[in-house]
Each structure stands twice: as structure tokens, then as C-alpha cells.
């Protein structure tokens, strides 16, 4: 059974760093082909892609966020970190993870039930 | 990577079939043939309906099909059911290995 679950600080101030860590179960990093994404979605608004890693440690990044985020993995632990520096306001969203299981597929077909980051002073 | 253009919202009443629309670029959709769908009730994670543009995963209904036509995908529910109302987010490769959402679409059913 594939499970994913999200989890960090539910408020985080202005110019802050968040980290949210995906920790999931029933499947392993280790396979080839499989991956990890963060999608992200404020509030009454769209889903937006952010980040994905492989179990060959490549990392991929949306264009607007590259240089704000950090994607890493702990493979022993069936954990993804997701850091995203300098907090803004809009930045308040709910945090998905998601997995990707083969190389050759371009879906997310197992989600974590998301965690609310609210970006405040 | 612009978000791909979905209609804000569509309806229909039970029976009935909607279709949504999602037009991206010879970038994303254009590009590849990996469009997939998902549905998001309020509150809930969003849900894998449809993938490589016309597949379903097991456990989707046959009512949920896909197509796609040049730059436009397009996700068609047939005999809308209440449990079918939710938003819906479509979803393209964008080459690079990243990804693109569309802006969403909340079907209700009348």
C-alpha cells in the first residue's frame, strides 16, 4: 500500500526558510524510475508543480522557484526534504507531495492529503 | 512554463456529458503525448483520473475519457453523476523533465 504524508510548521514568518519533509511508505526511491514531486496550491486557487527527485539523486526545479528551492532525499529514511528560502505572503499554500513510478510515465498517482504553510508576521 | 488554459467552470445536469478543455503550447501539450487529469474534491488531494493523455488508471469509471488534439487536450465526462462535481486540474509535460498544470475547472452538476 503506497502512502505519502506531508509534514512542517503550519506557520512560518516573512523571509524565513520552510522545510516540509514527504515521508512515504510502499514503495522505494531505490527503483529505478521512481520519483518524488512537490506541487503546491494556495488557497481557492491552482495546483502548481515545483520540484521533483529521482532515486539517482537528478533534481528538477519550475523556472520561477529555481532559485529558491532545495529538493533532497534521505532513501533510508523513504524521506524527500523540500526547503524553500525567503517566505513571502504568497507563498501560503497547501504543500503536496506526490509520487512518479517509472521513468517512462509522466503522472502522480499516489498524493499526500497536503499540509496548509501559512506565511505570516 | 505558463499554467495551461482551462474554462473556469462548466456544468451539466446528471446525465448529461461535459467536456473541458485544456490548451497549452507545442511546448507541453503539443510536445508530448503525457496530458493527465486529475479531480479534486474540496478539502481532498487531487486524484488521478486520466493518463498519457487517454488512459485510465483502474478504478476510474469508463464515464472520465481523454483526448487531445494539437495544442488542446480535452477531458470529457460522460453521464455526469453528483459525485462527478469537483474541480479538475489538467497536467503536460513540459519537456526538462517539469511539469505544467492548467488553471482548473469546477464542474457542477445541476
Known amino acids: 500500500q503506497v502512502t505519502l504524508r506531508e509534514s512542517g510548521p503550519a506557520l512560518v514568518k516573512p523571509t524565513q526558510t520552510l522545510t516540509l519533509t514527504c515521508s512515504f511508505s510502499g514503495f522505494s526511491l531505490s527503483t529505478s524510475g521512481m520519483c518524488v514531486t512537490w506541487v503546491r496550491q494556495p488557497p481557492g486557487e491552482a495546483l502548481e508543480w515545483l520540484a521533483r527527485?529521482?532515486?539517482?539523486?537528478?533534481?528538477y526545479y519550475t523556472t520561477s522557484l529555481k532559485t529558491r528551492l532545495i529538493i533532497s532525499k534521505d532513501t533510508s529514511k523513504n524521506q524527500v526534504v523540500l526547503t524553500m528560502t525567503n517566505m513571502d505572503p504568497v507563498d501560503t499554500a497547501t504543500y503536496y507531495c506526490?509520487?512518479?513510478?517509472?521513468?517512462?510515465?509522466?503522472?502522480?498517482?499516489?498524493w499526500g492529503q497536503g499540509t496548509l504553510v501559512t506565511v505570516s508576521s | 512554463q505558463s499554467a495551461l488554459t482551462q474554462p473556469r467552470s462548466v456544468s451539466g445536469s446528471p446525465g448529461q456529458s461535459v467536456t473541458i478543455s485544456c490548451t497549452g503550447t507545442s511546448s507541453d501539450v503539443g510536445g508530448y503525448n503525457y496530458v493527465s487529469w486529475y479531480q479534486q474534491h474540496p478539502g481532498k488531494a487531487p486524484k488521478l483520473m486520466i493518463y498519457?493523455?487517454?488512459k485510465r488508471p483502474s478504478g476510474v469509471p469508463d464515464r472520465f475519457s481523454g483526448s487531445k488534439s494539437d495544442n488542446t487536450a480535452s477531458l470529457t465526462i460522460s453521464g455526469l453523476q453528483a459525485e462527478d462535481e469537483a474541480d479538475y486540474y489538467c497536467c503536460s509535460y513540459a519537456g526538462s523533465y517539469t511539469y505544467v498544470f492548467g488553471t482548473g475547472t469546477k464542474v457542477t452538476v445541476l
Open positions: 527527485i529521482d532515486g539517482d539523486d537528478n533534481k
Open positions: 506526490a509520487r512518479k513510478d517509472s521513468s517512462s510515465s509522466a503522472y502522480f498517482d499516489y
Open positions: 498519457d493523455v487517454t
